[in-house]
């Protein structure tokens, strides 16, 4: 089992860039591939990101390919997610999740999630 929490939400202007941070217990996180998905209330959790166990695979979900940038190191045990050019409908929580296969962009692929961050950019 793994227990994931995020940090680095905040309050952006628009244009501007954040970088959220997700740092996992345990000492195998090399054998997670890692996402990040966002939601707003009253809309269901969206994909924006994953990350293969290795680093070697990346996925973006559309609305954010060419602003957002996963990474990981895994001897930190951490997964990033570089947010630029930012825009206010870029406004949600933002959840890291861990699944122990390879990487995957459905929600209810993964199996462990964060408290989430809040992250909100205004125009």
């Known amino acids: 089992q793994v227990q994931l929490e995020e940090s680095g939400g905040g309050l952006v202007q628009a244009g501007g860039s954040l970088r959220l941070s997700c740092t996992a217990s345990?000492?195998?996180?090399?054998?997670?591939?890692m996402g990040w998905f966002r939601q707003t209330p009253g809309k269901e959790r969206e994909f924006v990101a994953a990350i293969g166990r290795q680093g070697g695979s990346i996925y973006y979900g559309d609305l954010v390919k060419g602003r957002f940038t996963i990474s990981r190191d895994n001897a930190l045990n951490t997964v990033w997610l570089q947010m630029d050019s930012l825009k206010p409908e870029d406004t949600a929580v933002y959840y890291c999740?861990?699944?122990?296969?390879?990487?995957?962009?459905?929600?209810?692929?993964?199996?462990?999630w964060g408290q989430g961050t809040q992250v909100t950019v205004s125009s």
């Open positions: 345990g000492r195998t996180f090399s054998s997670y591939a």
């Open positions: 999740a861990a699944r122990q296969r390879i990487i995957a962009a459905r929600l209810y692929e993964y199996d462990y």
